[in-house]
């Protein structure tokens, strides 16, 4: 496990969080996002958080962890390492957003219980951003 420097996050999130709109509180405001990238959206307690990851994220080689808060950093951990604490972060943690790189997946396990996956939008140009 790593933990990100303010650089590294904020390349990260420009990477992934910053495509989506986001919501008053912070969290992916879905309603907003075309419905051909949302890949799925569940309630919390009807899937294991790390079954989701490996379903939709086989690529990942590590996932990057956000948190609600930038008083707690970001971290980057290996994808056995963070499956196997999975089921901790999600008890400890309200809400969460994972992104993984190599899938260019994004997964916001929400404050109100639902776990959404999705892919994320290329710029308007049709380009992936750099």
Avoid: C
Wanted: proline share 6%; no cysteine; hydrophobic share 45%.
């Amino acid at each position: 496990m790593q933990l990100l420097n303010l650089d590294q996050h904020l390349q990260y999130e420009r990477e992934s969080l910053s495509h989506y709109p986001r919501s008053s509180d912070g969290a992916i405001a879905w309603g907003a996002v075309a419905d051909g990238l949302v890949l799925s959206s569940m309630e919390s307690g009807s899937a294991e958080l790390s079954t989701v990851i490996q379903q939709f994220a086989p690529k990942a080689g590590s996932l990057i962890f956000f948190w609600e808060s930038l008083a707690v950093p970001s971290v980057e951990m290996g994808l056995e390492f963070s499956i196997s604490h999975l089921p901790d972060i999600a008890e400890s943690v309200p809400e969460f957003w994972v992104y993984s790189p190599g899938d260019r997946i994004v997964v916001e396990s929400s404050f109100t219980g639902v776990v959404t996956v999705a892919h994320i939008p290329v710029e308007a140009d049709g380009q992936s951003p750099a």
